[in-house]
């Protein structure tokens, strides 16, 4: 076991998060712990977080005193540019979301507990249409993803 004070959150992080965000974080870090194990924190040599910053400030939040030894991996003997390298790349989100499969193959209600920004995805109905769902949400818009095409609805709760 490790004392989570013995890491340090990286003063100089570029991530920031949204307090609903880390709302969610937390309940999700405290839902499924044994996701830590597949996605460490990780360390330098000196105990500074080079990625999961977040996971780590959540945690402490959760009033968490130990982390499991399997939650920090140490990546010793990296340069300061690999550090910064790694720093930014860790959270580059190469890949896009296939709306339709996720509609498919998920309930929207899980996908939006597990974090998903998406209240409604793969609908084309237009904006305020409304299907009796979520009747005083608010006012919805229908977005096409730039990059593949896919419409969704995005519905701003008041």
Request: charged share 35%; aromatic share 8%.
């Amino acid at each position: 076991m490790i004392k989570i004070d013995s890491i340090r959150v990286n003063p100089d992080n570029p991530r920031v998060i949204d307090e609903s965000k880390f709302e969610k974080l937390k309940r999700s870090l405290k839902e499924a712990p044994w996701m830590m194990k597949l996605r460490p924190i990780i360390i330098d040599e000196d105990g500074v977080i080079l990625g999961g910053n977040m996971r780590y400030q959540a945690l402490v939040a959760n009033g968490v005193k130990e982390l499991r030894d399997e939650w920090v991996m140490k990546a010793e003997q990296l340069t300061e540019e690999q550090k910064h390298e790694f720093i930014v790349k860790d959270n580059l989100g190469y890949g896009n979301w296939d709306f339709e499969l996720l509609r498919e193959q998920y309930d929207e209600k899980d996908l939006e507990d597990w974090g998903f920004e998406l209240l409604s995805i793969g609908k084309e109905e237009e904006p305020g249409s409304g299907s009796g769902e979520g009747e005083g949400e608010g006012e919805s818009d229908l977005i096409a993803c730039p990059e593949c095409g896919h419409k969704f609805v995005v519905v701003k709760k008041n």
